[in-house]
Structures are given as C-alpha cells and as structure tokens.
C-alpha cells in the first residue's frame, strides 16, 4: 500500500483556523502551546509535529486539508518504495 508525506511548512504561518482539523481528524490537530495545527503523534516522523507519513487510505482526507487550507501551508506528496 502506498504512503504519503504530509508536511506543515512554513508551520508558523498557521492561523489556526482549524479547517485542516475540521476535514482530517485523523491526522490534524492542534497544538495546545501555540495553537498551531501539527501531525497527530501516531503519524510523525521521529517526532516532528510538522511531518507525517500517512496509509493511502488517508490519502484524500490530507489532499482535501491541503485544498482547503487558507495559506497552502499543508503539503502532500507520495513517498517512494
């Protein structure tokens, strides 16, 4: 099954307008500290809040986040096998 990075950059250019949340539970949340959307933990890459490798499956949930996102911050692109 394919995988797909998910990457949050520039992350503070978030203005934490929740849409991400809104459209992707499954992999967006919001930090408490700074109120800026950052990877689910079950999804970062060694930790880092602002990357993730998500299933196929979740595919179109993070393509749609990225769609949606009022400063095009969110980036997702296959990674290789």
Not at 55 to 80: M, T
Request: charged share 25%; aromatic share 4%.
């Amino acid at each position: 099954m394919a995988k797909y990075k998910v990457t949050i950059d520039p992350r503070d250019n978030c203005i934490s307008d929740m849409v991400c949340v809104s459209i992707c539970p499954d992999v967006f949340e919001m930090n408490p500290e700074d109120n800026k959307s950052q990877i689910v933990e079950k999804w970062r890459v060694e930790g880092n809040i602002a990357v993730g490798i998500v299933p196929e499956d979740l595919k179109s949930c993070v393509e749609d986040a990225s769609n949606a996102c009022p400063v095009q911050i969110i980036h997702v692109e296959p990674v290789a096998e």
